[in-house]
């Protein structure tokens, strides 16, 4: 269970997962302004939470989310500006900028109704999982608007410009299915297995160096707006950064394990990244002790001149 209360939302921790759980089921987990000021307050205690390895992102009930709140979000705010904004800005914080940037993978687990403005952060997670029977839906243009915030900008990033469009123009409803077929999710399955296929994802992840993953991350999100020349000179300065703020050393430690050891292959799994860190420690402890010597044998010399 979990030390963090709130009111719109549930967080549960467990096995390395930290789950963000929209916890307004009787208004289908519909966004109100106060479920968006409380995810952004979440995502950064979720961020420095080291109990926390992997991000989970549902809904509970029937619903993944069923968008903008239409009575608190959009009515309630229509003739006061002022609270519309502060409104606006803790929903694009934490459904975009927060999740994209979060520093660990994203898991979207779908779980039922996902609609409109529900598609920005089901875009910003890493990952996304859904339920066969989930339903997802473009529903801005059944009452007359567009889809706005940045969700026309997801879907037209996510989608294929012939499925965005169709999508968005016609509203047409369409479950978890459809949604891997037009990759708006990496896979879809029975609801009964929706949480141990997120689990089994997140363990995955857990394998993985913490920081290279971070960094790859990283680097394929902001690639894709670049040219060749930009991309190659971000990349190789990332590389950089990526080698010289991993604690493991994983680059090193890997092609050892690999040329020296031959204990795994590469290509074929994962560095043993317990055994690198513990190499790494006792070769630091080694270095540790070696240092204390000489500065005692120092020490002696400069006491003995006097
Ligand atoms: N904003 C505000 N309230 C919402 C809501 C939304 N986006 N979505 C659902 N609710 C509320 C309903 O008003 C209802 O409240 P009430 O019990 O006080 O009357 C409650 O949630 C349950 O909704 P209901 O329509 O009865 O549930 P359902 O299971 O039959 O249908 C949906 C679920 C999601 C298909 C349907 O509620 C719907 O179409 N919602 C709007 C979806 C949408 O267009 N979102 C885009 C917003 S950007």
């Not at 934490?94 to 952060?121: D, E, S, Y």
Request: one cysteine or more; proline letters at 4%.
């Amino acid at each position: 269970m979990s030390e963090y209360k709130f009111n719109n939302i549930k967080i549960e921790k467990g096995q390395g997962i930290g789950w963000l759980i929209l916890n307004r089921p009787e208004k289908r987990n519909a966004m109100s302004p106060e479920l968006h000021m409380e995810c952004a307050d979440a995502l950064d205690l979720l961020a420095d939470d080291d109990d926390v390895k992997v991000l989970v992102l549902t809904g509970s009930g029937k619903a993944f989310s069923a968008g903008q709140d239409l009575a608190l979000y959009f009515r309630a705010n229509q003739d006061n500006p002022k609270t519309r904004a502060k409104a606006r800005a803790a929903s694009s914080s934490w459904r975009w900028h927060k999740l994209v940037n979060f520093p660990k993978p994203t898991i979207a687990a779908v779980n039922g109704f996902c609609f409109g403005g529900a598609f920005t952060q089901l875009c910003a997670c890493d990952f996304a999982i859904a339920a066969n029977n989930a339903t997802f839906g473009l529903s801005e243009v059944n009452w007359g608007i567009i889809p706005g915030g940045i969700v026309s900008w997801n879907v037209a990033d996510v989608l294929s410009y012939r499925d965005a469009l169709y999508y968005a123009v016609t509203g047409d409803p369409f479950d978890g299915r459809t949604a891997e077929k037009i990759r708006l999710v990496n896979y879809s399955v029975p609801a009964n297995k929706l949480r141990s296929e997120t689990v089994k994802l997140a363990k995955k992840l857990m394998t993985k160096s913490p920081n290279a993953m971070r960094y790859t991350k990283e680097a394929i999100r902001s690639v894709r707006r670049m040219n060749e020349p930009e991309a190659a000179d971000y990349l190789n300065a990332k590389s950089v950064a990526c080698k010289a703020t991993d604690p493991i050393p994983g680059r090193d430690e890997g092609i050892r394990q690999f040329l020296d050891e031959k204990s795994y292959r590469p290509g074929l799994g994962q560095l043993d990244l317990k055994k690198a860190a513990a190499r790494v420690k006792s070769a630091s402890g080694q270095k540790t002790s070696a240092g204390k010597k000489a500065a005692a044998k120092k020490a002696k010399k400069t006491a003995r001149k006097r």
